[in-house]
């Protein structure tokens, strides 16, 4: 916001209550209430603001309280952003951000915790990014600001409240990350684990686990969606033979398919077993704590994938 | 032959005009034995715009010529409840108020998790209106709807138990604080996104009209309240509904509980006219402003309002102003809110208010009340020993609800349907 005064941010709660998880702390009193906007609860009113604002050449950051809201705004994301660069043929493009916290919560029931990763991944015109550490949310969250399309980037709510190292090179005014390009954050040999947001400090956790037993696994962190880093993921499975995915959301046309897909047509003969695929459950998520466990992916379960993919030779039916 | 810019130039419409129709009628819009009082002494947010200065029109208000009315109850001798019905409010708004102080010092135990919006100091809305309601009438809240499920009936032991995430809540565990329903109390859910209970409760009033004019049931004569807050109007759901409601005469009331703050964000600086009740004559609906702090008040404008929707009248809008006497959850800090602010909406308090209009009438007495904050309290202790003894949810339960047909899970790879295998019965499938 320093660098460039076309940039503001606009959404619920973010100026006087310094953002409902506290993220744009400081921002109104740095940028004044003329670049840090508080707006009423009318999501597909601002965030087609946003992108009328965007299309006349002002750069909008704009924050859902959670992504889940953006729902009632999913009109002018998908219609009046991500389509318009192309229906214009390229006369009007639409710098904007679309950001908050996204993914499953704790203890909030169905409406309130849900990944919107493949939603929005499945769009042509929107770059999809999603950070897991505080070099990404920085390197990314730059990078989606001065990137000329509409960008859809996921935060994590339960990782607001996770701290990490932060390198001196990360810190640096200049510092900024590529759109599109993942990272791995453990190299291994055995297995590939592909994943993104807080599930990058499950698949983490998870190769810890299985490196006392033996199992080296890389750890891929996808950091964007879309475009997907589909040369990473496949030169890592050229060299583990073996791929567990691993996301919050639901199973069915997610992220985890579409990387499934890509190894299936450009590493088909390289894979020595089944790939696995770890995704919440195909349900709503239930409110009681006992469930809702069940409801999302745990550490076992990646480290239990990817013994499966690394052991089995034959592929068993369904997977009980 | 050319075109003159002139020949096609529309002719301009004079703003701030109407244009008159052969078949316009004057609307009236006053609930015929309300009368505006203009010497009342509850100014409410009209104070606080005085106050904040810069979206002055307090006058519109009060103003006669509206066609709002701005209702004020006129003081008369008769007495406005009798001695049964002020006890069942008096009890009914206990129950509220202890049952969530009851819910955050749950909370704070560990009992109940995620977000937890309680209602201290709305009890007078919810009372006022809900108990006036048949069993069949419908109900659609907010995440602010614990309250609202227990004015409806629903027992405090399920809704607690929902609360606690137990098999034996009245969703079983799988809605939470923010999501309850009773079908059994025509309790039609809390909806958890500013505005999506609105179309919801709307739909539930067309199913009435719709039961009446094209299924010949004559005797369907159901009223929904949709109840939401002050920040939901300015959100495009309101209006379309206010739109449709109006339109097709459904039998609904739409009820603003304006507590003046959504979240951290004053009404004041979210809404160009913070006045709601004058959007309902907008819409061509009556709208009314009451003192949402005042169960007797809400109650006298509920009871016309929903008459009116029974009597196929069609919608009203009623702006009750109102307070909260907790942040927007357990877990909101409520740094914004002027102390000063909420001493006097404390002071304002609606038990304390019935309470002294029942004594000043002689309705009650102290042991009476007392009596009744007895029984509150035991009926919550048992609810939560209830709760707190009842099972969890079953890992079968995960699977279960998804489809009202669990068919919908489709067919494995054995070639029958999913559901039918015992793994998937027994919540161990991998679905």
């Given at each position: 916001?320093s660098?460039?005064?076309?940039v503001?941010?606009?959404?619920?709660?973010?100026?006087?209550?310094q953002?409902?998880?506290?993220?744009?702390?400081?921002?109104?009193?740095?940028?004044?209430?003329?670049?840090?906007?508080?707006?009423?609860?009318?999501?597909?009113?601002?965030?087609?603001?946003?992108?009328?604002?965007?299309?006349?050449?002002?750069?909008?950051?704009v924050?859902?309280?959670?992504?889940?809201?953006?729902?009632?705004?999913?009109?002018?994301?998908?219609?009046?952003?991500?389509?318009?660069?192309?229906?214009?043929?390229?006369?009007?493009?639409?710098?904007?951000?679309?950001?908050?916290?996204?993914?499953?919560?704790?203890?909030?029931?169905?409406?309130?915790?849900?990944?919107y990763?493949?939603?929005?991944?499945?769009?042509p015109?929107?770059?999809?990014?999603?950070?897991?550490?505080?070099?990404?949310?920085?390197?990314?969250?730059?990078a989606?600001?001065?990137?000329?399309?509409?960008?859809?980037?996921?935060?994590n709510?339960?990782?607001y409240g996770?701290?990490?190292p932060?390198?001196a090179?990360?810190?640096?005014?200049?510092?900024?990350?590529?759109?599109g390009k993942?990272?791995?954050?453990?190299?291994?040999?055995?297995?590939?684990?592909?994943?993104?947001?807080?599930?990058?400090?499950?698949?983490?956790?998870?190769?810890?686990?299985?490196?006392?037993?033996?199992?080296?696994?890389?750890?891929?962190?996808?950091?964007?969606?879309?475009?997907?880093?589909?040369?990473?993921?496949?030169?890592?499975?050229?060299k583990?033979?073996?791929?567990?995915?691993?996301?919050?959301?639901?199973?069915?046309?997610?992220?985890?398919?579409?990387?499934?897909?890509?190894?299936?047509e450009?590493s088909f003969?390289?894979?020595?077993?089944?790939?696995e695929?770890?995704?919440?459950?195909?349900?709503?998520?239930?409110?009681?704590?006992?469930l809702?466990?069940?409801a999302?992916?745990?550490?076992?379960?990646?480290?239990?994938?990817?013994?499966?993919a690394?052991?089995?030779?034959?592929?068993?039916?369904?997977?009980? | 032959?050319?075109f003159?810019?002139?020949?096609?130039?529309p002719?301009?419409?004079?703003?701030?005009?109407?244009?008159?129709?052969?078949?316009?009628?004057?609307?009236?819009?006053s609930?015929?034995?309300?009368?505006?009082h203009?010497?009342?002494?509850?100014?409410?947010?009209?104070?606080?715009?005085?106050?904040?200065?810069?979206?002055?029109?307090?006058?519109a208000?009060?103003?006669?010529?509206?066609?709002?009315?701005?209702?004020?109850?006129?003081?008369?001798?008769?007495?406005?409840?009798?001695?049964?019905?002020?006890?069942?409010l008096?009890?009914?708004?206990?129950?509220?108020?202890f049952?969530?102080?009851?819910?955050a010092?749950?909370?704070?135990?560990?009992?109940m998790?995620?977000?937890?919006?309680?209602?201290?100091?709305?009890?007078?809305?919810?009372?006022?209106?809900?108990?006036?309601?048949?069993?069949?009438?419908s109900?659609?809240?907010?995440?602010?709807?614990?309250?609202?499920?227990?004015?409806?009936?629903?027992?405090?032991?399920?809704?607690?138990?929902?609360?606690?995430g137990?098999?034996?809540?009245?969703?079983?565990?799988?809605?939470g604080?923010?999501?309850?329903?009773?079908k059994?109390?025509?309790?039609l859910?809390?909806?958890?996104?500013?505005?999506?209970?609105i179309?919801?409760?709307?739909?539930?009033?067309?199913?009435?009209?719709?039961?009446?004019?094209?299924?010949?049931?004559?005797?369907?004569d159901?009223?929904?309240?949709?109840?939401?807050?002050?920040?939901?109007?300015?959100?495009?759901?309101?209006?379309?509904?206010l739109n449709m409601?109006?339109?097709?005469?459904?039998?609904?009331?739409?009820?603003?509980?304006?507590?003046?703050?959504?979240i951290?964000?004053?009404?004041?600086?979210?809404?160009?006219?913070?006045?709601?009740?004058?959007?309902?004559?907008?819409?061509?609906?009556?709208?009314v402003?009451?003192?949402g702090?005042?169960?007797?008040?809400?109650?006298?404008?509920?009871?016309?309002?929903?008459?009116?929707?029974?009597r196929?009248?069609?919608?009203?809008?009623?702006?009750?102003?109102?307070?909260?006497?907790?942040?927007?959850?357990?877990?909101?800090?409520?740094?914004?809110?002027d102390?000063?602010?909420?001493?006097?909406?404390?002071?304002?308090?609606?038990i304390?208010?019935?309470?002294?209009?029942?004594?000043?009438?002689?309705?009650?007495?102290?042991?009476e009340?007392?009596?009744?904050?007895?029984?509150?309290?035991?009926?919550?202790e048992?609810?939560v020993?209830?709760?707190?003894?009842?099972?969890?949810?079953?890992?079968?339960?995960?699977?279960?609800?998804?489809?009202?047909?669990?068919?919908?899970f489709?067919?494995?790879?054995?070639?029958?349907?999913?559901?039918?295998?015992?793994?998937?019965?027994?919540?161990?499938?991998?679905?």
């Open positions: 916001m660098a460039d005064p076309k503001f941010l606009m959404g619920e709660e973010v100026g006087e209550y953002g409902a998880y506290k993220i744009s702390k400081g921002l109104l009193e740095k940028y004044g209430p003329e670049r840090v906007l508080d707006t009423p609860i009318t999501e597909a009113g601002f965030a087609g603001i946003g992108v009328g604002a965007a299309y006349y050449g002002l750069r909008p950051v924050e859902f309280m959670t992504f889940n809201f953006s729902m009632q705004a999913i009109d002018h994301i998908i219609n009046s952003a991500a389509k318009s660069n192309y229906m214009s043929a390229g006369q009007i493009s639409v710098p904007i951000v679309f950001r908050g916290p996204n993914g499953a919560a704790a203890g909030v029931g169905a409406q309130h915790s849900q990944c990763a493949s939603w929005y991944g499945a769009c015109g929107l770059k999809v990014l999603t950070p897991y550490s505080s070099e990404d949310a920085r390197g990314l969250l730059k989606a600001i001065r990137d000329p399309d509409p960008v859809v980037f996921l935060e709510e339960l990782l996770e701290s990490f932060v390198t090179e990360a810190l640096d005014s200049s510092f900024c990350l590529p759109i993942a990272k791995i954050e453990r190299e291994g040999k055995d297995v590939t684990i592909t994943a993104y947001s807080k599930m990058v400090g499950y698949a983490l956790k998870a190769a810890e686990t299985l490196a006392k037993e033996g199992i080296s696994a890389e750890v891929i962190n996808l950091r964007s969606i879309r475009p997907l880093d589909r040369s990473t993921i496949n030169n890592s499975v050229r583990t033979n073996r791929l567990v995915t691993v996301e919050e959301g639901f199973p069915q046309h997610g992220v985890g398919a579409e990387i499934c897909t890509s190894v299936i450009e003969g390289y894979l020595d077993a089944p790939v695929r770890i995704a919440g459950a195909d349900v709503p998520m239930p409110y009681a704590a006992n809702e466990r069940m999302v992916p745990q550490v076992e379960d990646i480290v239990r994938a990817a013994k499966r690394c052991y089995r030779s034959v592929p068993l039916a369904a997977a009980a | 032959m050319s003159t810019a002139t020949k096609f130039a002719s301009p419409l004079p703003l701030n005009s109407t244009i008159p129709r052969s078949n316009d009628k004057p609307l009236s819009f609930f015929d034995h309300f009368k505006p203009p010497s009342s002494s509850f100014l409410g947010s009209t104070r606080t715009l005085l106050r904040f200065g810069a979206l002055a029109r307090p006058h208000r009060t103003r006669s010529s509206s066609p709002v009315s701005a209702v004020l109850l006129q003081q008369t001798s008769n007495l406005l409840v009798t001695k049964e019905e002020g006890l069942e008096y009890e009914d708004m206990i129950l509220g108020r049952f969530e102080d009851k819910c010092e749950m909370y704070y135990r560990g009992k998790f995620g977000f937890v919006h309680l209602y201290n100091g709305q009890e007078a809305v919810s009372t006022g209106f809900i108990k006036l309601l048949k069993k069949e009438d109900v659609v809240s907010t995440y602010r709807d614990h309250v609202h499920a227990l004015s409806k009936g629903v027992p405090s032991r399920q809704v607690m138990s929902e609360l606690f137990k098999a034996t809540g009245c969703c079983r565990g799988q809605g604080s923010m999501h309850m329903f009773s059994e109390h025509n309790l859910g809390g909806f958890a996104f500013i505005g999506e209970g179309p919801v409760a709307t739909g539930a009033a067309f199913t009435n009209k719709y039961k009446r004019e094209v299924l010949n049931q004559a005797d369907a159901h009223v929904t309240l949709a109840f939401f807050g002050d920040g939901t109007c300015n959100n495009g759901q309101f209006f379309e509904c409601a109006a339109l097709w005469k459904l039998p609904i009331v739409f009820v603003v509980e304006n507590n003046l703050w959504a951290g964000m004053s009404h004041l600086r979210a809404t160009s006219d913070p006045q709601i009740y004058k959007k309902g004559p907008a819409f061509g609906m009556p709208g402003h009451v003192d702090m005042d169960v007797l008040k809400v109650r006298e404008v509920a009871k016309e309002a929903i008459q009116r929707a029974r196929g009248e069609g919608p009203t809008l009623v702006e009750c102003e109102t307070y909260r006497f907790r942040g927007h959850s357990l877990a909101d800090p409520d740094e914004l809110r102390p000063a602010e909420k001493e006097h909406y404390a002071g304002r308090d609606p304390a208010a019935l309470k002294k209009y029942l004594f000043e009438n002689n309705l009650a007495n102290e042991q009340l007392k009596a009744i904050e007895k029984k509150i309290d035991e009926v919550l048992d609810a020993e209830f709760a707190d003894n009842s099972p969890l949810p079953p890992r079968s339960q995960l699977l279960e609800n998804v489809f009202a047909d669990p068919k919908g489709g067919i494995g790879p054995d070639g029958s349907y999913r559901c039918e295998d015992p793994k998937f019965t027994q919540g161990t499938a991998h679905v």
